[in-house]
């Protein structure tokens, strides 16, 4: 008697098992960014989904952003890089992604954020989010989208290249704007004087 006990015990404790483990993923809701299914944590749930872009609340605190032509890619890496206080850098992995992920203080938001550049696919994506780690949420969702086609090395050439012709427009945009500094100080006025005896 005592051994069928243990035995159905074991059992419905297992099954409590089960079925919790199996409730972490129901509670992930499943958006479609730029075709690729993404299941967003239940903290991130209620955001606002477009073509190619997931937010929850606004950029700071959540997002997932499909940097699908090269502009989008050069402006959100540069902006990134150079406009935040990167506090550091990070090449890794994870699942069958490789990534390159920035840590960074945003003064306007007063967190830190974490921004992941990672390709699914044949298309890069940016995941970023209020807080100083990869979480284990952010991680399970990663490795449950479809495997990247680009390897590591044309990941960071592609970012790479981005970033420098991000500093590049950056440069000419201060060209152009003491040009036209030079021009509007040097014009003249169209006021005239007459000296009258």
């Known amino acids: 008697m005592n051994k069928k006990v243990l035995i159905i015990t074991c059992l419905i404790l297992i099954f409590i098992s089960l079925s919790l483990v199996s409730g972490e993923n129901t509670n992930n809701l499943t958006k479609p960014v730029s075709g690729i299914d993404f299941q967003i944590p239940p903290q991130y749930d209620g955001g606002i989904l477009k073509n190619n872009s997931y937010v929850y609340i606004n950029p700071y605190n ?3 952003l499909s940097l699908d032509n090269y502009n989008n890619l050069r402006f959100n890496f540069g902006l990134d890089m150079l406009e935040g206080s990167v506090i550091t850098t990070q090449e890794t992995t994870i699942g069958n992604h490789p990534t390159y992920v920035i840590y960074s ?8 954020l974490t921004s992941i550049y990672l390709p699914i696919e044949d298309t890069i994506f940016v995941i970023s989010y209020k807080g100083d780690s990869i979480t284990p949420e952010i991680e399970n969702m990663i490795e449950n989208t479809p495997p990247s086609t680009i390897t590591s090395e044309q990941l960071y050439s592609k970012l790479s290249k981005a970033l420098s012709d991000y ?7 201060e060209i152009e704007y003491q040009q036209q500094e030079y021009e509007q100080s040097n014009r003249g006025s169209n006021f005239f004087f007459f000296y009258v005896r």
């Open 62 to 64: 959540f997002r997932i």
């Open 105 to 112: 203080y945003i003064d306007i938001a007063n967190s830190n």
């Open 167 to 173: 500093r590049t427009s950056l440069n000419q945009e």
